[in-house]
């Protein structure tokens, strides 16, 4: 007969299907897609720089030196992993507009009698919209042989949010505790109500000033434009006599392509630290910011290369 060890390590899941109950999985071929790409451009980058290969000209676009090999890697580093967390922070909004109901209904359970094991496991069978996959994986991982308080913060960890985290470590510490589990679950799940309906005011107040950074970050490209399209070439070119003779040889040093150079690491700058800024007025974390910086660094390069011809 087999041993009690030895029935136990056979209900053990395999590495992958532990990497995919928590959720690392994903993440790690999130990463991988977004390393890969980005290792290729820059040394596409190096190898223009060192004259292995030439840029492209493509209708009358030069395409492919140094500077746009840095600007596509930026672009993969945060349009892949920008928008797949994108992607996540929407589900996660989803699933804390759920947990409530979830919560509310594990004490529905509790007062009925069943043990949170079986509460879980019959909360399981129902419907919470994209909260439900979710509730599956903690019930999968308590039949695989973890305890309650292990799946439940395997399940606060993946989805990494102050509400989940704050409502399981009560759930948690209600179950250590014993007493009347009912009443702190229900008064955990009126909090998480109205922790969400708090969520969902300010970030219906805050959407206006991520507009407002978008109009910011355009009207400082469209002047951008207009300056080194007129101005900047007429005061360095040939109306450009009265600058140098208050300059001296200063100006003799200063080309156009100095100042458009100057203007567009000054854009490029300014759009990854706008878009951070319109991530945290969004959804308060860095993580929101990132699809902004691909965004905002996508509109300045375009501008520039069809504007300025940088």
Known sequence: MESKKDVESMKQPGLVKRMVATGQLTRLTIYICTAVPSVIFLLLGLMVQFGVIGPLVIGGFVIGTLLD???????????????YEAIRIHKVRKINDRF??????????????????????????????????????????????????????????????????????????????????????????RDAREIRYLEKERRASMLSYVAIIYVGVVVFLVIIVILTSNLIPAMLGTGGQGLQGTMGNVSNMITVGDINSLFFYAAMIQSIGMGVVAGIFEDGNFQAGIKHVFIMVLIGWIIFKAGVGI
């Open 69 to 83: 090999y840095v600007i596509f890697t930026i672009l993969i580093a945060t349009g892949v992993f920008g928008f």
């Open 100 to 189: 409530p109901d979830f919560v509310r209904d594990l004490a529905e359970s509790r007062r009925a009698g069943m043990t949170f094991t079986k509460a879980i496991m019959y909360a399981s069978r129902g419907n919470y919209g994209v909260l439900t996959p979710e509730i599956q994986k903690i019930a999968r991982q308590i039949s695989w042989g973890s305890s309650v308080d292990d799946a439940l913060s395997s399940f606060a960890k993946r989805v990494n949010t102050k509400l989940i985290k704050r409502t399981i470590s009560l759930i948690i510490e209600a179950s250590r505790s014993g007493g009347n589990v009912a009443d702190v679950l229900d008064a955990a799940s």
